[in-house]
């Protein structure tokens, strides 16, 4: 079934994009502004996007199609031009090979292919807590508790997890955001309507 973009959307992940390949560039103090905000803004998309309807099998297999197979599609012609190019330019042998492979397939923050993985391992969180809660507000709660959990994690020294699932935890409130902001978007947007409104007559009022 095909379904019909949504141009902000796609205005906002070339946004998004274009952040990416800005922040690997060192800019200083812009870089660490962007790096503030532009894989929240990917998450918080994707939670937008989320759809519960399908069933699980069906769930799965979306996601496996269109994360799972570019990952794959995409990241092994990377990971051979890696090492290729670090056999060529710094003498690199079939050692590294080995280890950059297993890099890839354990998926350790394996070059920018780590957002593939932890996307995929995001969306099976979501709609798990989704069919098991049902309800938006134990949600809510999860999208609390689970980077405090990855916080702690990492506080008690815990390592990047395969397929970076220690990600998830902290991106989780995002995702969750996106949901919850299409759920309600018509009261938000006439909550925030009504809101200006009433500032701006205040402060027309006081000059």
């Avoid at 990416?20 to 918080?44: R, T």
């Avoid at 990952?71 to 190019?85: K, N």
């Avoid at 979501?126 to 609390?144: G, M, N, R």
Wanted: hydrophobic residues 45%.
């Amino acid at each position: 079934m095909e379904t019909k973009r949504i141009d902000w959307i796609d205005t906002a992940k070339g946004i998004g994009i274009i952040c990416v390949m800005i922040a690997h560039i060192d800019f200083g103090i812009i870089e660490k502004w962007i790096n503030s905000f532009h894989m929240p803004l990917f998450f918080f998309l994707s939670g937008y996007l989320f759809s519960g309807k399908r069933s699980t099998s069906a769930f799965l297999k979306r996601k496996l199609r269109t994360e799972l197979l570019p990952y794959f599609a995409l990241g092994f012609p990377m990971l051979l031009f890696d090492f290729a190019f670090m056999k060529y330019t710094k003498g690199y042998g079939p050692y590294y090979l080995k280890v950059q492979t297993l890099n890839f397939f354990v998926q350790r923050r394996y070059s920018t292919f780590w957002f593939l993985a932890c996307l995929l391992c995001l969306n099976i969180l979501f709609y798990a807590t989704y069919k098991l809660l049902k309800k938006d507000k134990y949600l809510v709660i999860c999208a609390v508790l689970f980077p405090i959990l990855g916080f702690a994690f990492y506080l008690l020294g815990g390592k990047s997890l395969p397929w970076n699932m220690d990600v998830c935890f902290t991106a989780y409130p995002f995702y969750c955001m996106g949901y919850l902001y299409k759920k309600n978007q018509d009261s938000f947007h006439e909550k925030v309507s009504r809101f200006t409104k009433t500032r701006g007559r205040a402060f027309l009022t006081a000059i």
